[in-house]
């Protein structure tokens, strides 16, 4: 109660009961309502100033009315005939209308004022004025009170939350706790965690919170005791992004809620030393089971909230839509670059002399020391410009996270002038974020393409406090011109502190990024197969996205660097997919089939052919499997691997050289029917025509092995420094891709060349008559063979590699031999000698022929030069061949009781001559020839 009322007119205190218990309420005091007690107020004669005239009315006809402390604050500055709004509590009885302060009846008359709230309310713990007056309030006295519920977990509510978002987008959130901040006695903290509302449902434990958490870690605050202000309430205020990751590749809008647990926290003494750390949850809520759904009955300016919604709807949880992952990929990328644009990088092309400042900026990847960092500014730069601030430095990573650092020189920030120059009234950049601009940048004034610059009147005053001795380069200079526009280049990114980044030193940030894969497959058709495992098997086939590896598949990041000296320089860092590629193929014969070749001097065993190039992913050799009963068979492997992951993503491609293969053995077969010595003769083309006696077509199958691995790497020459392009690099076998002969007898078809070929005709066919098992042959002889062996080694920005192995080969030999074949048996005797026949029989075979051929040979490589071909023709001489074969057999014949014994004795003559005629010869060559000589002919 106030001293000395016995000098004072009116109303001057109340009392306040509470359980039974009467306390003194003193003018401008403020007192907890705990609502599980009985609180009362009331007046007496005690509470009158001693000049009233009558007490006793004065105490019969007090008013009371209440009214929020942040209201009442607004009313006393407003004009009464502004006030349009009644902002007073709910309470009735009021008989006459009261003008001021738009009170109108909300106000109860008499003694006696009791507090009976009923239920909980988010009102309570904010702090509410009681005015006790007798004709309008603000003329007599008046107390605060604070409605206390038990301690417990209030509302949850997200902005906007009935609107649906888009992954890469930012969220904030705003919980309300009530009455844990009061308690003197203990100390809490709250662990907060994100969940899919599905999956949330039903949810009690915290094992059960922290496996569904899409969060690492649950997010955890401390709830400090005490109070400040007119709301005595504690909050949980975060803004977060929503992470593409919690898309799960699911092509379903999806909703998401948050639960809270409340701990109550302490230490105990050690059992040897120090203290241990012990909690106790106390209370949880989990809005997927208990949402915020009655917002729409508050009034928004009291609690602080931007847009609660006109009907009811639920507040503690957030819609995102089910966007297609290559759209936010595109988006996102779309609107960093038009934030870069927006913000405007200010090119510099000579010196500037503000204190300050700074003298160069560094990027590098603190990952590959091995690796040059790249300046992208440097002001002391006597070679090309000082502003390089447009190039980007590129890096290579995927789900782990890249470390890059950005530092500048020689930063003089601290203890030296700033006019905060491009930052908010007040600032300057002796604060990190305001040289490192991750949460706000302002955009300086652009006239076209050009920034707006304004003399800086101040810059000698500048010069002279920071001690710059003025010379006629220092001692003028402009400023760009600060608009009212400004960005948040972290949120933009999605960037969390101490997770995206960290501020090293005021000399030095570090960016923590990483490449975002898209891991879905035909995600724009998922919809209409209605099955997860379905989607879910598609998605698999993710990495084929990155199959061809381009510099558009890059994604962008960037951050604002200011000073005075230099405001808005833009450093821009390119991140690559990390993701590897290896193909090994080999198409070949399966080694259970026994294959005679007639080509061998090329065949070579490829199994392991990608060995040679360091693969690290396919280790195992190549085997053709026998899945058909076709000649050639194939092995084939494609890995990609990414962030120590490795995938088999090589299905379309398999099935694809399965049908080269098929293709071969298809041909093979059908050219079977052109061979005249085949087991079925009759079947042969030649033979059917009646036109060759002799045609034989041989085809060896293809022995071929591919070995080809890609990336991305940073590119090794100077002029590309800092940049990143793709490499591939392999080879491919072909030992051989495939070689064929033909054999043709020409004796049938000699009588069509004129009188002498006729006379020749009557020659062979008098002596082949005359002489029994005589065959004459006169044969044309073709064979063709293509082989090579080509490794390598492509950078898309370094260019070819050198010393690599081109080697391309066709060998086309033709040759004639001409000779005979005898074959013929002969009894020489047969001698009879008491019933035992004895006979001896002789066979011959003799074969002479003469030949030659010439051999035409192409041999590709390339050299510093270009591609080249070494053409040869090569006589392959004549020679004379004589093979002799005589077989003598001596038989013995014995008849047994009417049954016939034979035995044999066999002896062999064998005889093999070859005289060199002419000596093999170089007719042509070796001449190399550029295949850009030969455009040039043409």
Sequence with gaps: MAENIENKVGLQGCYWKENDKLFSVSKGGTYILYTNNSNEFSVDERCIGGKTKNPKETVSKARWAFIYE?????????????????????????????????????????????????????????????????????????????????????????????????????????????????????????????????????????????????????????????????NWNSYINLTFPIDIEWKKNQLTKKNFTVVIEVYKYWEEPGRIYGTNQKEERVNYKNYADDPTTDLVQYDPEILGLKDIDNKKSISSRFIVSEELMDHYLERIEQEKNNMIQYIGDVEYKKREFDPCGYSKITLKDEDDKDRAALVIFDETATVGAIDKTKQSFAVITGDTRKNISITLDQLTTQDTFCQGLLLDQGQKHSAKKNVFQVDKVYAALKNGNDHVRRTDATHQEQQRNAGVTPTKENENDTDVVKTNTSYNAGMAQQWREGVDYKLDSNEKITLMLKYVYNKTAFEGVQAYANSKYANEAVNSLWTLRYFILSSGSAQTYFLPISTCRYPNQIGSIKIFPDIEWELAALIAVPLWKKTTFKFQATRENLRGYHGQFGFKYVRKELSVE??????VGADFTLKASTSGKDYEAGYKIEKSIKKVIGTFNAVYEKSEIFDGTNEDVTQSAAYKKGVLKKFDFTIDPPNVAIALKWKHEVAKKAEYLGQIGWRIEGGVALKPFIAFGITVDLVPIVGKFGWIGKAVELIIKALEYTVKGLDIFFNFVFTAEVAGNISIGYHNLDGWDEKLKREFTITVNASLEAGVNYEGTALISTIVRDGITYETQEELKIKASLGAGVEYKEEWDSDSKGMFKNVTVTFLGAEAKLEVYSSITRRKKTVYNNDEVVSNQKGDIKHNNVHKLLEKDIWYGPEKIYTDDEKDDK
């Design 70 to 230: 942040f209201f009442f604050q607004k009313l006393e500055k407003a004009k009464q005939e502004d006030i349009s709004e009644n902002l007073w509590g709910s309470l009735s009885g009021g008989t006459d209308n009261v003008a001021k302060y738009g009170l109108g009846t909300k106000y109860k008359q008499g003694s006696k004022l009791i507090f009976n709230p009923d239920g909980y309310s988010y009102y309570y713990g904010y702090k509410q004025r009681v005015e006790l007056f007798t004709e309008s309030p603000g003329t007599g006295f008046y107390f605060y009170i604070i409605p206390v519920d038990k301690p417990q977990i209030s509302f949850a509510y997200f902005t906007k939350s009935e609107e649906v978002k888009r992954y890469g987008e930012n969220v904030s959130l705003q919980i309300m706790l009530h009455a844990y901040n009061l308690d003197k006695k203990n100390k809490y903290k709250a662990k907060l965690y994100l969940l899919e509302e599905d999956i949330a449902k039903g949810l009690k434990e915290t094992d059960d919170f922290e496996d569904n958490n899409l969060w690492e870690e649950p997010r955890i605050y401390n709830i400090a005791n005490g109070v400040s202000g007119d």
């Design 626 to 631: 026998a899945e058909t009963e076709g000649k």
